[in-house]
């Protein structure tokens, strides 16, 4: 699953590139991309780490949860957008998501007109490397892994699975 997303991802990535979306509002979505990117592979590694379990694998799976609950494809949607909503505003790492933005920024960041309309320091930018690209989908998997199995499954072990003592 993990490789399929990676996939997709980079999937993704090539038809926004090629296509030029990044190009949109006078360059905004390319600077949007670029500027996650590279603040994103700017945090050390513990940072990443700590966004990526503990409250965002809880309202990722709240999602999921809610979503399974509803009937209708309206209801589904309708579910998922409060905590998705809250996942983004907090700005938690989902490794997934990563897979689009630091490649998106890797691909932008030898676009000069994008380069200059971000703006952003070159100290940030020189984090958009190789090894960002490798550091911080490594940290937010980790992160991930222990929120949703960890913390998540714990969770619906104690209130469904452990075993209770007899009465």
């Not at 911080?136 to 998540?152: C, K, R, S, Y």
Request: aromatic share 10%; with cysteine.
């Amino acid at each position: 699953m993990y490789l399929g997303n990676a996939i997709g991802a980079l999937s993704v990535v090539g038809m926004v590139y090629i296509g030029e979306w990044w190009r949109g509002g006078d360059l905004g979505i390319g600077v949007t991309a670029l500027s996650t990117a590279a603040v994103k592979t700017s945090w050390p590694f513990l940072v990443v780490l700590a966004r990526g379990h503990p409250g965002q694998r809880a309202l990722v799976c709240l999602a999921v949860w809610l979503a399974a609950a509803e009937r209708s494809v309206i209801d589904k949607v309708a579910a998922i957008v409060f905590p998705i909503s809250a996942f983004v505003a907090a700005g938690f790492e989902h490794s997934i998501a990563n897979m689009f933005f630091i490649p998106m920024g890797l691909a932008l960041r030898g676009k000069a007109e994008v380069v200059e309309a971000a703006r952003l320091p070159s100290a940030e930018l020189s984090t958009l490397d190789g090894a960002g690209l490798i550091n911080n989908p490594v940290a937010a998997t980790i992160g991930n892994v222990i929120g949703g199995a960890l913390l998540v499954g714990l969770v619906y072990w104690f209130v469904y699975v452990r075993p209770t003592r007899a009465a």
